[in-house]
């Protein structure tokens, strides 16, 4: 049957999956809440089993061949069952297994995730001074994820780094973070922030865009931009050192036009875009022609141009 694609060509072939809707961090863009805020009642719900949701992610396989699946959360490394969640996909002859984490837990998982399939794993880390960090992330102890980026790169795991620069917040972080990815090898992307959650209609004033980012990096470096590669979500730069970073610039350079994500959250519904708030729920699907159908209103979800905001958090519709 032909592949379910839409009239600008997108179909889906990266599945992210939120495992969990629970995070170790509070991190100011997911929760940093006003008492107005409404608290969804997703956080009451217990999260999907591994069985079932390795069931859910066969039959997405046997629908959209899926090239990458991507585990996020909430924070992934709180899932009871990742290790057994990571070899069923793999045993479903999927190997680009990718996960996105805040390190807290990483050291001591590192090892058995890569035995299990996982093949990549970004870190996000907004800062790399300790009171800095605090303030993004309301807990202490940089040094432990550093760590565990350690380890894991001694594992075998290819590692990235996520950093969201907020306006006021820490953009003073940009060449410390720099300095400790490129000193380590390790790729490096800084993200604009994003209308999600409590900063749905009011992220402007926090937003340090790409321009600001390569702005202040080139008070330092000479660099010149890479090709973009298609369905990324990243920009790239490479140094004149041949150090390459990354930007994430989800407000001044939208990369909608050839999206490929489909989500998946820890209760069994389908995205098929960050902006729209509509869960599908495929959790008791076992026929193909209504996953089908739930697939394209999935797809029809996809915004055109750019992303619109949204009053989830990614702690509620995931990474
Ligand atoms: N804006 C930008 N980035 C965000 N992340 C979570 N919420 C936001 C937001 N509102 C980041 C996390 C993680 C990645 C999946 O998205 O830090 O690195």
């Known amino acids: 049957m032909r592949d379910l694609q839409d009239q600008y060509g997108r179909s889906f072939k990266t599945l992210r999956v939120s495992l969990i809707n629970t995070c170790n961090l509070g991190c100011v863009y997911c929760t940093m809440a006003d008492t107005d805020t409404k608290v969804s009642n997703h956080h009451q719900k217990t999260n999907i089993s591994a069985s079932e949701l390795l069931r859910i992610i066969g039959y997405l396989h046997q629908e959209l061949n899926l090239e990458t699946i991507r585990l996020t959360g909430g924070e ?13 996909i793999k045993a479903m002859g999927i190997d680009e297994i990718k996960l996105t984490t805040n390190g807290f837990l ?66 003073d972080q940009i060449f410390p973070l720099l300095d400790y990815a490129f000193e380590n090898n390790i790729q490096i992307r800084f993200l604009e922030v994003m209308a999600m959650g409590h900063l749905y209609k009011q992220s402007e004033k926090y937003l340090f865009t790409q321009h600001d980012i390569l702005n202040a990096i080139a008070s330092r470096y000479n660099f010149e931009r890479l090709d973009r590669k298609a369905s990324a979500t990243s920009n790239y730069w490479k ?25 998946l959250d820890s209760q069994g519904n389908i ?49």
């Open 76 to 88: 992934p490394l709180l899932y009871h069952d990742l290790i057994p969640v990571v070899a069923g």
């Open 106 to 171: 990483l050291e001591r998982m590192a090892f058995k995730l890569h035995k299990a399939g996982m093949k990549s794993i970004n870190v996000s880390l907004d800062a790399i001074n300790e009171d800095v960090f605090f303030k993004m992330s309301k807990r202490s102890d940089v040094g432990r994820i550093l760590k565990g980026i350690k380890t894991s790169i001694d594992c075998g795991l290819d590692v990235k780094l996520n950093a969201v620069i907020m306006k006021g917040m820490n953009e």
């Open 239 to 263: 140094t004149k050192e041949g150090h390459v970073f990354g930007v994430i610039a989800n407000e001044s350079e939208p990369f909608c036009g050839d999206c490929n994500r489909l989500r």
């Open 271 to 319: 995205f098929g875009c960050l902006s729209d708030n509509h869960p599908i729920n495929i959790r008791v699907i076992d026929d193909t022609l209504e996953l089908r159908q739930k697939l394209k209103l999935a797809l029809a979800q996809k915004q055109t141009v750019r992303f619109v905001g949204s009053e989830l958090s990614m702690l509620e519709i995931g990474g």
